[in-house]
């Protein structure tokens, strides 16, 4: 009962809030005929990402999870002229579906995929000497204490860090789950706890996704 009435209420605000963007209604068909998970962000949440994005004036944006591309091409519609979106994807078909929804929207210059595990290309991204403004953490919820620690290094001053999926239907308090990615998640909020270096928060969400929620911190 709850997800048909937190589903009409997303409608009734995609229709309000959303302008009819072709190319991203575009983008989750696309993953939809591929097969792919339906795991993207909701719309509004897209927007949401969007709209901190360009808050902050965001010219870098690193993405762990890219799934088809759908929250990277709501980042590159976000970024500053010239600006990047780099998105890390494990999976060698989702990174080719993503590739094509993202040439499709017109962000061939904008977005670039990097497929392999998040955790070998990484390290890849600091010895080329990039650094991010926005780092949105979406991938493999175990490995959410490293990927912690890799944004610390790659982090602009003040950059703002986002992560998703960190309530999973109140699971997240079941200190004795058995589930790995639950595990990560409360080893994750244990570092933020005591990292002097991010001020944090977390937004509980339900919606067309259910009972979620996100982490938005910045970076000192
Ligand atoms: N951010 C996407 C969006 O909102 O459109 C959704 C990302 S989906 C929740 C998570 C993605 O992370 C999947 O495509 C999965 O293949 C990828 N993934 C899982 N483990 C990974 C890893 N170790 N390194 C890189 N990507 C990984």
Redesign the pocket.
């Known amino acids: 009962k709850n997800h048909s009435l937190w589903k009409n209420v997303d409608e009734y605000f995609e229709a309000k809030l959303l302008p009819d963007d072709k190319i991203l209604n575009q983008t989750l068909d696309n993953?939809q005929a591929a097969g792919?998970?339906q795991?993207?962000?909701a719309p509004l949440?897209?927007k949401l990402l969007y709209l901190l994005t360009k808050m902050k004036s965001a010219r870098q944006v690193l993405?762990?999870?890219?799934?088809?591309?759908?929250?990277?091409i709501w980042f590159a519609k976000a970024v500053t002229q010239n600006g990047k979106v780099i998105?890390?994807?494990?999976?060698q078909s989702?990174a080719e579906v993503a590739r094509q929804n993202i040439e499709n929207a017109g962000f061939k210059q904008t977005v670039q995929v990097l497929v392999?595990?998040?955790?070998?290309?990484l390290p890849t991204l600091e010895n080329a000497g990039e650094s991010f403004d926005v780092i949105?953490i979406?991938?493999?919820k175990q490995?959410n204490p490293k990927y912690l620690e890799w944004a610390l290094r790659l982090a602009n001053e003040g950059a703002l860090l986002i992560a998703?999926?960190v309530v999973r239907n109140g699971e997240v308090i079941d200190q004795k789950s058995e589930d790995e990615r639950i595990q990560g998640l409360r080893e994750f909020v244990n570092m933020l706890e005591n990292e002097e270096r991010i001020e944090s928060t977390a937004i509980q969400t339900v919606g067309s996704k259910d009972y979620d929620g996100f982490v938005i911190g910045i970076v000192k």
């Open positions: 993953n792919l998970p795991i993207d962000v949440q897209g993405e762990i999870g890219t799934l088809g591309g759908y929250s990277s998105s890390l994807e494990a999976n989702h392999g595990n998040a955790l070998d290309t949105f979406d991938a493999d490995n998703d999926n």
